[in-house]
């Protein structure tokens, strides 16, 4: 056996210790029994019939283990314990109260044992008593543990697939009240006096524009944390992809007052995935317009060795040396200065950049703007097989 505590319950019997254990096995039950009623916030809730089961069986099987020199009563120790493990989650304990029940059983163990002994156990039976106890208490632990994952997985998986359609379906709807704003804004320009309501109009479209952006962002991050993402090389232009995403971004520039401007006459061909790396860049240029209030944002993209250096940069407020080695991290924004967000943006284009075998990094001092740097190799690697997506359909 691999497990240590295993191997001692198998290497020599302790047939007196065994004894010793069903002797006073009702009056461990009991005492047992009276301390996790008192000691245990759940055990108000219990009836005497539910805290007692398992355990006369888990102190029955502990005594085969220390009685016999073979494996098979061990196992079926870790197979008691885990049934243990079970019930005590369907029960709606907590892994603490699991862990505080074993806690109270092993001094009342001994205690009992050497009390029906009259005497101490010797080292031996010390370590062997100790090692069926620890075998009873780490698969119960375990156990209990697996089904809480179980549980977490099955909730992720719920939530995923609520977000997956409610983002679906407000999507399309925000993208035709965004249609209707701007409609609506072409009739209203005409008219000089409907100068302040189309400004409030400007200002629903950019929250609308902020609200799809954000869905968006958490549909790519559940891509990114399922292993959906599939890279799919192909040749790509940089000059052409900067022009293009400066385009994407120029009205919404425009909107805050601010300039954008792209460098990119440098840039050759790259064999990468369109998809992601576009994704890369919309993120560090939403990223960088929302938080320049005047000046401008900068793309750029050159030679670096022997692969190409794209960078986004702006005229912000800065970011704090000390919070730059957490800024890719989800959930994680740094000073937010009354901007909106969910702190998603820049972990989706670290994971994107980590899977087209790329480097994102930042350089930012407060009151000195950000720059974000890619250092993107001139081929992309292969994708490794996942098994998730990649393998053989069924026959």
């Known amino acids: 056996m691999e497990n240590p505590s295993l191997d001692l319950l198998s290497r020599r019997p302790f047939p007196e ?96 044992i050497m ?33 809480q994952n179980k549980q977490l997985v099955a909730a992720t998986e719920a939530q995923s697939k609520y977000l997956s359609f409610l983002s679906h379906d407000l999507r399309g709807g925000l993208n035709g009240v965004f249609l209707m704003i701007e409609v609506i804004k072409r009739e209203l320009v005409r008219e000089p006096r409907f100068a302040e309501s189309i400004e409030d109009l400007d200002v629903i479209r950019r929250q609308i524009f902020e609200t799809v952006g954000t869905m968006d962002r958490f549909l790519h991050a559940e891509r990114f944390r399922k292993g959906k993402v599939q890279v799919r090389p192909g040749p790509i232009n940089l000059k052409n992809l900067i022009s293009e995403i400066s385009a994407q971004f120029a009205y919404q520039a425009k909107d805050k007052g601010i300039e954008l401007r792209s460098d990119a006459d440098g840039a050759g061909d790259v064999r990468s995935d369109k998809e992601l790396l576009t994704l890369i860049l919309q993120n560090l240029v939403a990223n960088g317009i929302k938080y320049t209030s005047e000046g401008e944002v900068r793309l750029t993209a ?94």
């Not at 106890?133 to 543990?145: G, H, K, P």
């Not at 000195?368 to 998730?388: D, H, I, Q, V």
Request: aromatic share 6%; with cysteine.
């Open 17 to 112: 210790l065994a004894a010793a254990l069903r002797a006073r096995s009702e009056r461990i039950i009991q005492r047992w029994g009276a301390m996790v009623r008192e000691t245990l916030p759940m055990a108000d809730q219990l009836t005497f019939e539910q805290l007692r089961d398992d355990i006369p069986k888990v102190l029955e099987q502990v005594a085969k283990a220390l009685e016999s020199d073979q494996p098979h009563p061990t196992q079926e120790l870790v197979d008691i314990s885990s049934s243990h493990g079970t019930t005590r989650f369907h029960q709606s304990f907590n892994l603490n109260e699991l862990l505080v029940e074993y806690q109270m059983l092993r001094p009342i163990v001994v205690e009992e």
């Open 115 to 147: 009390q029906q002994l009259r005497r101490r156990p010797d080292a031996a039976e010390v370590v062997a008593l100790n090692a069926g106890l620890d075998v009873a208490a780490r698969r119960a632990a375990v156990q209990f543990v697996e089904h």
């Open 302 to 395: 050159g030679v670096d060795g022997d692969g190409w250096r794209l960078g986004v940069s702006d005229d912000g407020p800065g970011i704090d040396e000390s919070k730059l080695s957490e800024l890719f991290a989800p959930f994680v924004r740094g000073e937010t200065y009354g901007q909106p967000g969910v702190g998603l943006g820049l972990s989706i284009a670290r994971q994107a950049a980590e899977v087209l075998g790329a480097k994102l990094w930042a350089e930012s001092k407060p009151g000195t703007g950000s720059k974000f740097y890619l250092r993107l190799p001139k081929e992309c690697p292969l994708p490794a097989a996942n098994p998730k997506t990649d393998a053989p359909a069924q026959k």
